[in-house]
Protein backbone atom coordinates (compact mmCIF):
# COMPACT_ATOMS: atom_id res chain seq x y z
CA UNK A 1 0.00 0.00 0.00
CA UNK A 2 2.97 2.54 1.21
CA UNK A 3 4.69 1.25 -1.25
CA UNK A 4 1.96 2.19 -4.32
CA UNK A 5 1.98 5.49 -2.73
CA UNK A 6 5.15 6.33 -2.97
CA UNK A 7 5.51 4.76 -6.54
CA UNK A 8 2.68 7.27 -7.88
CA UNK A 9 4.07 10.38 -5.70
CA UNK A 10 7.39 9.63 -7.58
CA UNK A 11 6.12 9.54 -10.85
CA UNK A 12 3.95 12.47 -10.91
CA UNK A 13 6.74 14.45 -9.41
CA UNK A 14 9.16 13.73 -11.51
CA UNK A 15 6.63 14.60 -14.15
CA UNK A 16 6.55 18.25 -12.57
CA UNK A 17 10.08 18.39 -12.28
CA UNK A 18 10.55 18.07 -15.98
CA UNK A 19 7.78 19.85 -16.74
CA UNK A 20 9.00 23.33 -14.57
CA UNK A 21 12.26 22.49 -16.29
CA UNK A 22 10.98 22.63 -19.47
CA UNK A 23 9.19 25.96 -18.65
CA UNK A 24 12.33 27.42 -17.48
CA UNK A 25 14.11 26.98 -21.50
CA UNK A 26 10.39 28.50 -22.57
CA UNK A 27 10.83 31.24 -20.12
CA UNK A 28 13.81 32.01 -21.18
CA UNK A 29 13.04 32.95 -24.33
CA UNK A 30 10.28 34.95 -23.27
CA UNK A 31 12.55 37.11 -20.95
CA UNK A 32 14.65 37.75 -23.89
CA UNK A 33 12.26 38.72 -26.68
CA UNK A 34 10.65 41.02 -24.14
CA UNK A 35 13.55 42.41 -22.87
CA UNK A 36 14.72 43.22 -26.28
CA UNK A 37 11.35 45.18 -27.25
CA UNK A 38 11.16 46.97 -24.07
CA UNK A 39 14.69 48.05 -24.14
CA UNK A 40 14.47 49.25 -28.32
CA UNK A 41 11.26 50.16 -28.77
CA UNK A 42 11.38 53.36 -27.45
CA UNK A 43 14.09 54.75 -29.67
CA UNK A 44 12.12 52.83 -32.51
CA UNK A 45 8.74 54.89 -31.65
CA UNK A 46 11.15 58.19 -31.14
CA UNK A 47 12.88 58.13 -34.91
CA UNK A 48 10.25 56.39 -36.51
CA UNK A 49 10.07 52.87 -37.42
CA UNK A 50 10.39 54.06 -41.37
CA UNK A 51 13.02 56.78 -40.63
CA UNK A 52 15.01 53.95 -38.34
CA UNK A 53 14.87 50.86 -41.47
CA UNK A 54 15.54 53.17 -44.22
CA UNK A 55 17.57 55.77 -42.37
CA UNK A 56 21.45 56.30 -44.56
CA UNK A 57 23.03 58.19 -41.84
CA UNK A 58 24.08 55.90 -38.42
CA UNK A 59 26.13 58.26 -36.43
CA UNK A 60 24.31 58.07 -32.60
CA UNK A 61 26.96 60.79 -31.53
CA UNK A 62 24.83 63.57 -34.06
CA UNK A 63 21.35 61.61 -32.65
CA UNK A 64 21.35 60.02 -36.54
CA UNK A 65 20.17 56.16 -36.29
CA UNK A 66 19.75 54.77 -39.82
CA UNK A 67 20.77 51.00 -40.32
CA UNK A 68 19.95 50.82 -43.89
CA UNK A 69 23.57 50.00 -45.17
CA UNK A 70 23.42 47.73 -42.53
CA UNK A 71 20.66 45.70 -43.69
CA UNK A 72 21.80 45.86 -46.86
CA UNK A 73 25.49 45.07 -45.43
CA UNK A 74 23.62 41.76 -43.68
CA UNK A 75 21.86 41.16 -47.19
CA UNK A 76 25.11 41.22 -49.28
CA UNK A 77 27.49 39.03 -47.05
CA UNK A 78 24.87 36.60 -46.65
CA UNK A 79 23.89 36.60 -50.13
CA UNK A 80 27.38 35.68 -50.85
CA UNK A 81 28.17 32.96 -48.55
CA UNK A 82 24.42 31.27 -50.13
CA UNK A 83 25.97 31.81 -53.30
CA UNK A 84 29.04 29.79 -51.99
CA UNK A 85 28.08 27.58 -49.40
CA UNK A 86 25.08 25.90 -50.76
CA UNK A 87 26.38 24.52 -54.42
CA UNK A 88 29.03 22.96 -52.40
CA UNK A 89 26.73 21.98 -49.31
CA UNK A 90 23.93 19.97 -52.01
CA UNK A 91 26.99 18.33 -53.88
CA UNK A 92 28.57 17.24 -50.94
CA UNK A 93 25.43 16.42 -49.87
CA UNK A 94 24.24 13.99 -52.80
CA UNK A 95 28.20 12.54 -52.73
CA UNK A 96 28.05 11.57 -49.42
CA UNK A 97 24.28 9.97 -49.95
CA UNK A 98 25.12 8.11 -52.98
CA UNK A 99 28.79 7.99 -53.90
CA UNK A 100 30.86 7.75 -51.14
CA UNK A 101 32.15 4.45 -50.32
CA UNK A 102 31.69 3.00 -46.52
CA UNK A 103 34.94 3.63 -45.83
CA UNK A 104 35.19 7.63 -46.85
CA UNK A 105 32.28 8.59 -45.58
CA UNK A 106 34.16 7.24 -42.12
CA UNK A 107 36.46 10.02 -42.53
CA UNK A 108 33.95 12.50 -44.47
CA UNK A 109 31.22 12.61 -41.60
CA UNK A 110 33.55 13.37 -38.60
CA UNK A 111 35.46 15.84 -40.69
CA UNK A 112 32.11 18.08 -41.51
CA UNK A 113 30.87 17.54 -37.93
CA UNK A 114 34.31 19.05 -36.43
CA UNK A 115 33.73 21.89 -39.50
CA UNK A 116 30.62 22.68 -37.07
CA UNK A 117 32.62 22.64 -34.14
CA UNK A 118 34.98 24.89 -34.85
CA UNK A 119 34.70 28.05 -32.95
CA UNK A 120 33.66 31.44 -34.85
CA UNK A 121 36.21 33.32 -33.62
CA UNK A 122 39.08 30.83 -34.76
CA UNK A 123 37.22 31.53 -38.33
CA UNK A 124 37.69 35.00 -37.76
CA UNK A 125 41.12 34.78 -36.51
CA UNK A 126 41.94 32.80 -40.18
CA UNK A 127 40.37 35.03 -42.06
CA UNK A 128 41.69 37.59 -40.87
CA UNK A 129 45.67 36.77 -40.75
CA UNK A 130 44.93 34.79 -44.27
CA UNK A 131 41.68 35.42 -46.58
CA UNK A 132 41.76 39.42 -45.97
CA UNK A 133 45.88 39.24 -46.75
CA UNK A 134 44.71 37.58 -50.09
CA UNK A 135 42.38 39.54 -51.08
CA UNK A 136 44.30 42.42 -50.16
CA UNK A 137 47.42 41.16 -52.78
CA UNK A 138 45.44 39.80 -55.39
CA UNK A 139 42.62 42.13 -55.58
CA UNK A 140 43.75 45.41 -54.28
CA UNK A 141 41.54 47.13 -51.39
CA UNK A 142 42.36 46.45 -47.92
CA UNK A 143 40.81 42.76 -48.10
CA UNK A 144 38.02 43.55 -45.56
CA UNK A 145 35.05 43.33 -47.75
CA UNK A 146 32.16 41.55 -48.70
CA UNK A 147 34.27 39.02 -49.70
CA UNK A 148 36.35 38.17 -47.31
CA UNK A 149 33.09 37.63 -45.32
CA UNK A 150 31.19 35.54 -47.73
CA UNK A 151 33.98 33.20 -48.34
CA UNK A 152 34.57 32.22 -44.67
CA UNK A 153 30.58 32.27 -43.86
CA UNK A 154 30.26 30.23 -46.81
CA UNK A 155 32.43 27.46 -45.51
CA UNK A 156 30.69 27.71 -42.22
CA UNK A 157 27.36 27.15 -43.12
CA UNK A 158 28.44 23.97 -45.08
CA UNK A 159 27.31 21.18 -42.01
CA UNK A 160 24.28 22.49 -41.52
CA UNK A 161 23.47 22.47 -45.05
CA UNK A 162 25.43 18.98 -45.50
CA UNK A 163 23.85 17.07 -42.60
CA UNK A 164 20.67 18.44 -43.30
CA UNK A 165 20.19 17.73 -46.95
CA UNK A 166 21.83 13.95 -46.89
CA UNK A 167 19.49 13.26 -44.49
CA UNK A 168 16.45 14.53 -46.14
CA UNK A 169 18.11 12.39 -49.10
CA UNK A 170 18.66 9.40 -47.33
CA UNK A 171 15.38 9.51 -45.72
CA UNK A 172 13.31 8.93 -49.12
CA UNK A 173 11.87 5.59 -49.56
CA UNK A 174 13.35 3.28 -51.57
CA UNK A 175 11.49 2.10 -53.84
CA UNK A 176 11.73 5.78 -55.41
CA UNK A 177 15.45 5.20 -56.58
CA UNK A 178 14.64 1.32 -57.02
CA UNK A 179 11.53 2.88 -59.65
CA UNK A 180 14.23 5.15 -61.34
CA UNK A 181 16.64 2.48 -61.68
CA UNK A 182 14.15 0.30 -63.10
CA UNK A 183 12.96 2.30 -65.79
CA UNK A 184 16.05 2.71 -66.94
CA UNK A 185 17.70 5.79 -65.64
CA UNK A 186 21.09 6.16 -65.33
CA UNK A 187 22.47 6.96 -61.61
CA UNK A 188 22.62 10.56 -62.73
CA UNK A 189 18.92 10.93 -63.64
CA UNK A 190 17.59 9.75 -60.81
CA UNK A 191 19.41 11.57 -58.67
CA UNK A 192 18.44 14.49 -60.75
CA UNK A 193 14.95 13.99 -61.20
CA UNK A 194 13.68 11.73 -58.66
CA UNK A 195 15.72 11.96 -55.52
CA UNK A 196 16.53 15.87 -55.51
CA UNK A 197 13.23 17.04 -56.26
CA UNK A 198 12.14 14.49 -53.92
CA UNK A 199 14.23 15.60 -50.84
CA UNK A 200 13.65 19.12 -52.06
CA UNK A 201 11.94 20.61 -48.49
CA UNK A 202 14.25 19.27 -46.74
CA UNK A 203 17.35 20.48 -48.45
CA UNK A 204 15.25 23.78 -48.46
CA UNK A 205 15.06 23.76 -44.69
CA UNK A 206 19.26 23.36 -44.66
CA UNK A 207 19.51 25.83 -46.47
CA UNK A 208 17.24 28.38 -44.70
CA UNK A 209 18.95 27.38 -41.58
CA UNK A 210 22.22 27.94 -42.41
CA UNK A 211 21.29 31.29 -43.99
CA UNK A 212 20.30 32.13 -40.61
CA UNK A 213 23.23 31.03 -38.91
CA UNK A 214 24.86 33.27 -41.55
CA UNK A 215 23.00 35.93 -40.64
CA UNK A 216 23.19 35.76 -36.96
CA UNK A 217 26.76 34.95 -37.25
CA UNK A 218 29.05 38.09 -35.28
CA UNK A 219 32.37 37.39 -34.34
CA UNK A 220 33.92 36.34 -37.89
CA UNK A 221 32.14 39.25 -39.36
CA UNK A 222 33.45 41.71 -36.71
CA UNK A 223 36.90 40.39 -37.37
CA UNK A 224 36.98 40.54 -41.31
CA UNK A 225 34.71 42.81 -42.59
CA UNK A 226 35.98 46.20 -41.74
CA UNK A 227 32.40 47.54 -40.89
CA UNK A 228 32.23 50.76 -42.39
CA UNK A 229 28.57 51.99 -42.02
CA UNK A 230 28.21 52.64 -45.82
CA UNK A 231 26.44 51.50 -48.85
CA UNK A 232 28.93 49.27 -50.44
CA UNK A 233 29.29 49.45 -54.32
CA UNK A 234 31.59 46.59 -54.70
CA UNK A 235 32.38 43.12 -53.40
CA UNK A 236 36.04 44.73 -51.84
CA UNK A 237 34.11 47.57 -50.04
CA UNK A 238 34.07 47.26 -46.55
CA UNK A 239 30.30 46.91 -45.01
CA UNK A 240 28.65 46.55 -41.18
CA UNK A 241 26.20 43.82 -40.78
CA UNK A 242 23.48 44.16 -38.23
CA UNK A 243 25.18 41.65 -35.57
CA UNK A 244 28.60 44.03 -35.95
CA UNK A 245 27.09 46.55 -34.90
CA UNK A 246 25.34 45.39 -31.79
CA UNK A 247 28.67 43.91 -30.78
CA UNK A 248 30.90 46.23 -32.26
CA UNK A 249 29.51 49.13 -29.81
CA UNK A 250 27.56 47.76 -27.25
CA UNK A 251 30.88 48.10 -24.68
CA UNK A 252 30.63 52.10 -24.98
CA UNK A 253 27.08 52.91 -25.75
CA UNK A 254 24.91 54.47 -23.51
CA UNK A 255 21.67 56.39 -23.50
CA UNK A 256 19.68 56.21 -27.10
CA UNK A 257 22.59 54.68 -28.51
CA UNK A 258 22.09 51.90 -26.43
CA UNK A 259 18.18 51.90 -27.08
CA UNK A 260 19.66 52.06 -30.71
CA UNK A 261 21.88 49.24 -30.59
CA UNK A 262 18.78 47.07 -28.87
CA UNK A 263 16.59 48.63 -31.88
CA UNK A 264 19.10 47.11 -34.30
CA UNK A 265 18.74 43.36 -32.11
CA UNK A 266 14.62 43.75 -32.82
CA UNK A 267 15.47 43.79 -36.55
CA UNK A 268 17.85 41.12 -36.07
CA UNK A 269 15.01 38.74 -34.28
CA UNK A 270 12.58 39.75 -36.74
CA UNK A 271 15.03 38.15 -39.90
CA UNK A 272 15.59 35.53 -37.90
CA UNK A 273 12.49 34.36 -36.40
CA UNK A 274 11.05 34.67 -40.45
CA UNK A 275 13.54 32.58 -41.46
CA UNK A 276 13.80 30.07 -38.91
CA UNK A 277 9.61 29.56 -39.09
CA UNK A 278 9.71 29.64 -43.07
CA UNK A 279 11.92 26.63 -42.70
CA UNK A 280 9.64 24.92 -39.77
CA UNK A 281 6.80 25.48 -42.35
CA UNK A 282 8.44 23.88 -45.32
CA UNK A 283 9.89 20.83 -43.17
CA UNK A 284 6.23 20.13 -41.49
CA UNK A 285 4.19 20.70 -45.23
CA UNK A 286 6.60 17.36 -46.35
CA UNK A 287 5.50 15.31 -42.99
CA UNK A 288 1.59 16.00 -44.19
CA UNK A 289 2.45 14.86 -47.55
CA UNK B 1 18.87 2.36 1.38
CA UNK B 2 16.69 5.20 -0.50
CA UNK B 3 16.11 7.00 2.74
CA UNK B 4 19.89 6.79 3.67
CA UNK B 5 20.93 8.63 0.83
CA UNK B 6 18.18 11.37 1.48
CA UNK B 7 19.23 11.67 4.99
CA UNK B 8 22.81 12.34 3.55
CA UNK B 9 21.49 14.70 0.95
CA UNK B 10 19.81 17.10 3.70
CA UNK B 11 23.06 16.38 5.93
CA UNK B 12 25.03 17.83 2.86
CA UNK B 13 23.14 20.99 1.82
CA UNK B 14 23.03 21.73 5.37
CA UNK B 15 26.65 21.86 5.92
CA UNK B 16 27.02 23.89 2.35
CA UNK B 17 25.06 26.30 3.88
CA UNK B 18 26.05 26.91 6.88
CA UNK B 19 29.95 26.68 4.49
CA UNK B 20 28.35 29.64 2.68
CA UNK B 21 26.75 31.18 5.96
CA UNK B 22 30.97 31.70 7.21
CA UNK B 23 32.65 32.86 3.94
CA UNK B 24 29.90 35.46 3.84
CA UNK B 25 30.80 37.01 7.26
CA UNK B 26 34.82 36.36 6.66
CA UNK B 27 34.48 37.98 3.22
CA UNK B 28 33.19 41.08 5.38
CA UNK B 29 36.82 41.29 6.50
CA UNK B 30 38.88 41.40 3.53
CA UNK B 31 38.58 44.54 1.58
CA UNK B 32 37.91 43.76 -2.21
CA UNK B 33 37.89 46.85 -4.62
CA UNK B 34 35.98 46.24 -8.19
CA UNK B 35 37.70 48.39 -11.31
CA UNK B 36 35.59 48.17 -14.66
CA UNK B 37 35.48 50.50 -17.47
CA UNK B 38 37.72 51.24 -20.32
CA UNK B 39 39.51 48.70 -22.24
CA UNK B 40 41.65 51.63 -23.22
CA UNK B 41 42.74 52.55 -19.67
CA UNK B 42 42.52 48.74 -18.26
CA UNK B 43 45.94 47.31 -19.61
CA UNK B 44 47.21 50.21 -17.24
CA UNK B 45 45.18 49.39 -14.78
CA UNK B 46 46.30 45.85 -14.92
CA UNK B 47 50.03 46.53 -14.34
CA UNK B 48 49.02 48.80 -11.56
CA UNK B 49 47.18 46.33 -9.67
CA UNK B 50 49.46 43.77 -9.82
CA UNK B 51 52.30 46.12 -8.16
CA UNK B 52 49.74 47.35 -5.66
CA UNK B 53 48.89 43.03 -4.84
CA UNK B 54 52.73 43.18 -4.00
CA UNK B 55 52.92 46.05 -2.20
CA UNK B 56 49.93 45.38 -0.03
CA UNK B 57 48.81 41.73 -0.25
CA UNK B 58 45.61 42.22 2.41
CA UNK B 59 44.05 44.02 -0.49
CA UNK B 60 42.52 42.45 -3.18
CA UNK B 61 41.84 44.67 -6.16
CA UNK B 62 40.16 43.07 -9.41
CA UNK B 63 40.17 44.52 -12.80
CA UNK B 64 37.15 44.00 -16.09
CA UNK B 65 37.14 45.48 -19.02
CA UNK B 66 33.89 46.35 -20.67
CA UNK B 67 33.96 50.03 -22.23
CA UNK B 68 33.67 53.46 -20.46
CA UNK B 69 29.84 52.88 -20.56
CA UNK B 70 29.72 49.80 -18.99
CA UNK B 71 32.04 51.22 -16.40
CA UNK B 72 29.53 54.31 -15.55
CA UNK B 73 26.60 51.55 -15.60
CA UNK B 74 28.70 49.24 -12.82
CA UNK B 75 29.49 51.78 -11.06
CA UNK B 76 25.86 52.88 -10.77
CA UNK B 77 24.59 49.77 -10.18
CA UNK B 78 27.15 48.89 -6.97
CA UNK B 79 28.89 45.97 -9.39
CA UNK B 80 32.46 48.16 -9.20
CA UNK B 81 33.65 50.58 -6.51
CA UNK B 82 35.69 52.20 -9.24
CA UNK B 83 34.91 52.95 -13.13
CA UNK B 84 37.86 53.36 -15.46
CA UNK B 85 36.71 56.13 -18.44
CA UNK B 86 38.90 57.06 -21.63
CA UNK B 87 36.24 59.67 -22.59
CA UNK B 88 34.68 63.16 -20.45
CA UNK B 89 31.82 62.57 -18.78
CA UNK B 90 28.43 63.55 -20.11
CA UNK B 91 26.11 65.59 -19.03
CA UNK B 92 24.03 63.11 -17.43
CA UNK B 93 27.27 61.73 -15.69
CA UNK B 94 28.38 64.77 -13.84
CA UNK B 95 26.90 63.73 -10.18
CA UNK B 96 29.41 60.91 -10.57
CA UNK B 97 32.53 61.69 -8.39
CA UNK B 98 35.71 62.04 -10.67
CA UNK B 99 39.97 62.56 -10.56
CA UNK B 100 42.39 62.18 -13.81
CA UNK B 101 44.43 59.41 -13.03
CA UNK B 102 46.71 60.15 -16.12
CA UNK B 103 46.68 62.06 -19.68
CA UNK B 104 46.90 59.95 -23.18
CA UNK B 105 48.37 61.19 -26.20
CA UNK B 106 46.40 60.11 -29.53
CA UNK B 107 48.45 59.32 -32.11
CA UNK B 108 48.16 59.10 -35.77
CA UNK B 109 49.96 56.03 -37.26
CA UNK B 110 50.74 55.11 -40.86
CA UNK B 111 52.77 52.28 -41.90
CA UNK B 112 56.27 52.31 -41.67
CA UNK B 113 57.05 51.93 -45.29
CA UNK B 114 55.00 55.22 -46.04
CA UNK B 115 57.16 58.06 -47.14
CA UNK B 116 55.05 60.34 -45.16
CA UNK B 117 56.54 61.62 -41.86
CA UNK B 118 54.45 64.64 -41.44
CA UNK B 119 50.44 65.76 -41.90
CA UNK B 120 49.05 69.07 -40.70
CA UNK B 121 46.07 68.38 -38.33
CA UNK B 122 44.04 70.30 -41.80
CA UNK B 123 45.49 67.24 -43.90
CA UNK B 124 44.72 64.63 -41.27
CA UNK B 125 41.24 66.19 -40.96
CA UNK B 126 41.06 66.29 -44.56
CA UNK B 127 42.01 62.69 -44.85
CA UNK B 128 39.07 61.74 -42.72
CA UNK B 129 36.26 63.67 -43.88
CA UNK B 130 37.82 61.82 -47.47
CA UNK B 131 38.20 64.89 -49.09
CA UNK B 132 41.87 63.74 -49.56
CA UNK B 133 42.00 60.11 -51.31
CA UNK B 134 45.24 59.49 -52.29
CA UNK B 135 48.82 59.22 -50.56
CA UNK B 136 50.09 61.53 -53.12
CA UNK B 137 48.29 64.27 -52.49
CA UNK B 138 49.93 64.88 -48.93
CA UNK B 139 53.26 63.84 -50.20
CA UNK B 140 53.01 60.00 -50.59
CA UNK B 141 53.02 57.32 -53.22
CA UNK B 142 50.40 56.98 -55.40
CA UNK B 143 48.22 55.18 -53.79
CA UNK B 144 44.26 55.09 -52.09
CA UNK B 145 44.39 56.31 -48.67
CA UNK B 146 42.17 52.74 -46.48
CA UNK B 147 40.96 55.30 -43.36
CA UNK B 148 40.47 53.34 -40.17
CA UNK B 149 38.62 54.49 -37.39
CA UNK B 150 37.13 53.32 -33.92
CA UNK B 151 33.53 52.53 -33.22
CA UNK B 152 31.09 55.15 -31.91
CA UNK B 153 31.14 55.97 -28.42
CA UNK B 154 34.51 54.59 -28.08
CA UNK B 155 36.97 56.97 -26.00
CA UNK B 156 39.75 57.19 -28.46
CA UNK B 157 36.91 58.34 -30.86
CA UNK B 158 35.72 61.03 -29.33
CA UNK B 159 39.22 62.25 -28.67
CA UNK B 160 40.08 62.20 -31.93
CA UNK B 161 36.54 63.91 -32.89
CA UNK B 162 36.89 66.57 -30.59
CA UNK B 163 40.30 67.35 -31.36
CA UNK B 164 41.19 66.83 -34.68
CA UNK B 165 38.03 66.86 -36.91
CA UNK B 166 36.06 70.04 -34.73
CA UNK B 167 32.67 70.38 -36.27
CA UNK B 168 33.24 68.09 -39.58
CA UNK B 169 32.75 64.37 -39.09
CA UNK B 170 34.03 61.24 -39.70
CA UNK B 171 33.53 59.64 -43.16
CA UNK B 172 30.68 56.57 -42.83
CA UNK B 173 33.28 54.71 -45.53
CA UNK B 174 36.31 54.59 -42.86
CA UNK B 175 36.84 51.48 -41.90
CA UNK B 176 36.30 50.59 -37.81
CA UNK B 177 37.62 48.48 -36.01
CA UNK B 178 37.07 47.95 -31.75
CA UNK B 179 40.34 48.16 -30.03
CA UNK B 180 43.64 50.30 -30.44
CA UNK B 181 44.92 46.90 -30.64
CA UNK B 182 43.38 45.92 -33.79
CA UNK B 183 43.60 49.34 -35.60
CA UNK B 184 47.37 48.76 -34.93
CA UNK B 185 47.58 45.32 -36.64
CA UNK B 186 45.85 46.58 -39.42
CA UNK B 187 47.73 49.87 -40.44
CA UNK B 188 50.89 47.44 -39.81
CA UNK B 189 49.83 44.82 -42.14
CA UNK B 190 48.81 47.74 -45.07
CA UNK B 191 51.26 50.49 -46.48
CA UNK B 192 47.43 52.48 -47.54
CA UNK B 193 46.24 52.60 -44.45
CA UNK B 194 46.11 55.18 -41.57
CA UNK B 195 44.32 55.04 -37.82
CA UNK B 196 44.52 56.34 -34.84
CA UNK B 197 45.61 54.78 -31.13
CA UNK B 198 46.98 55.54 -28.04
CA UNK B 199 50.20 56.89 -27.72
CA UNK B 200 51.79 54.48 -25.71
CA UNK B 201 50.66 51.31 -27.74
CA UNK B 202 51.87 53.35 -30.78
CA UNK B 203 55.69 52.67 -29.68
CA UNK B 204 57.68 49.60 -30.59
CA UNK B 205 56.42 46.97 -29.44
CA UNK B 206 58.39 43.20 -28.99
CA UNK B 207 56.90 40.20 -31.12
CA UNK B 208 54.59 42.82 -33.05
CA UNK B 209 55.10 44.50 -36.49
CA UNK B 210 55.88 48.65 -36.17
CA UNK B 211 53.51 51.24 -36.99
CA UNK B 212 54.98 54.64 -37.74
CA UNK B 213 53.67 57.71 -35.65
CA UNK B 214 53.19 60.82 -37.54
CA UNK B 215 54.41 64.16 -36.63
CA UNK B 216 51.72 67.23 -36.39
CA UNK B 217 52.27 70.36 -37.70
CA UNK B 218 55.87 68.79 -37.48
CA UNK B 219 55.72 68.31 -33.67
CA UNK B 220 56.39 64.88 -32.71
CA UNK B 221 54.21 62.65 -30.78
CA UNK B 222 56.15 62.22 -27.30
CA UNK B 223 55.39 62.64 -23.90
CA UNK B 224 57.18 65.42 -23.47
CA UNK B 225 56.30 67.39 -26.32
CA UNK B 226 51.95 66.57 -24.70
CA UNK B 227 53.71 68.10 -21.49
CA UNK B 228 54.96 71.16 -22.69
CA UNK B 229 52.13 71.74 -24.36
CA UNK B 230 52.93 71.82 -28.53
CA UNK B 231 51.45 68.42 -29.25
CA UNK B 232 47.72 68.56 -28.51
CA UNK B 233 46.25 65.46 -29.38
CA UNK B 234 45.49 64.06 -25.74
CA UNK B 235 42.62 63.12 -23.46
CA UNK B 236 42.11 62.24 -19.93
CA UNK B 237 41.81 58.44 -18.27
CA UNK B 238 39.06 59.01 -15.49
CA UNK B 239 38.26 57.31 -12.18
CA UNK B 240 35.02 57.48 -11.30
CA UNK B 241 32.81 56.46 -8.18
CA UNK B 242 29.35 56.82 -7.25
CA UNK B 243 30.06 59.20 -4.40
CA UNK B 244 33.12 60.76 -2.24
CA UNK B 245 35.45 57.39 -1.99
CA UNK B 246 37.00 56.23 1.26
CA UNK B 247 38.93 53.09 2.89
CA UNK B 248 39.84 50.87 0.65
CA UNK B 249 38.81 52.34 -2.60
CA UNK B 250 40.39 55.42 -1.68
CA UNK B 251 43.26 53.81 -0.56
CA UNK B 252 43.95 52.29 -4.07
CA UNK B 253 42.97 55.45 -5.81
CA UNK B 254 45.67 57.27 -3.50
CA UNK B 255 47.87 55.15 -4.46
CA UNK B 256 47.77 55.54 -8.50
CA UNK B 257 47.77 59.25 -7.83
CA UNK B 258 51.40 58.81 -5.79
CA UNK B 259 54.91 59.43 -7.39
CA UNK B 260 54.82 55.55 -7.28
CA UNK B 261 52.20 55.07 -9.02
CA UNK B 262 52.48 57.63 -11.78
CA UNK B 263 56.00 56.51 -12.79
CA UNK B 264 54.84 53.38 -13.56
CA UNK B 265 52.09 54.79 -15.83
CA UNK B 266 55.08 57.33 -17.00
CA UNK B 267 57.10 54.13 -17.93
CA UNK B 268 54.37 52.46 -19.45
CA UNK B 269 53.68 54.94 -22.35
CA UNK B 270 51.10 57.92 -20.52
CA UNK B 271 51.63 61.45 -19.00
CA UNK B 272 51.37 61.96 -15.21
CA UNK B 273 49.13 64.06 -14.32
CA UNK B 274 48.57 66.01 -10.39
CA UNK B 275 45.48 64.38 -9.36
CA UNK B 276 43.12 67.38 -10.20
CA UNK B 277 39.96 66.46 -7.92
CA UNK B 278 36.85 67.82 -9.48
CA UNK B 279 34.35 67.23 -7.25
Avoid at chain 1, 97 to 106: G, H, I, L, R, T
Avoid at chain 1, 166 to 186: C, D, N, Q
Avoid at chain 2, 230 to 238: C, E, I, K, M, N
Wanted: glycine residues 10%.
Amino acid sequence: MKKKFWKKFRDRLSGRIFFILALSTISALVVITVFIFVSGMPLIAEVGLFSFIFGMNWSPSQGQFGILPMIVGTVSVTLGAALIGIPVGICCSIFMAEFAPAKMQVIFRPAIQLLAGIPSVVYGFWGMIFIVPAISSNLGGLGMSILAGSIILGIMILPTIISISEVSIIALPRHYKEGALALGMTHWQTILRVQLPAAKSGIVAGVILGIGRAVGETMVVIMVLGNAVAMPESILDSVRTLTTNIGLEMGYASGAHQQALFATGIVLFVIIMILNITAQYITRKKVKK
Amino acid sequence: MKRLILILIIMLSLGLLSACADSGASGEKTTRVVVAGSTSVKPYVDILMEEYRFLYPHNSVSVQGGGSSAGVRAVRSGIAEIGMLSRALTADEQDLWSVEIALDGLAIIIHPDNLVNNLTIEQVRGIYTRSITNWSEVGGHDAKIHIISREEGSGTRSAFQDLVMADEFISQRAVVQNSNGAVRQLVSGNRDTIGFISLGLAEHQPGMRDVKALMLDGVAPTQENVLNGSYGLYRAFLFISAQEPTGAVRHFIDYILSDSGQEILMVEGLISVSGRISE
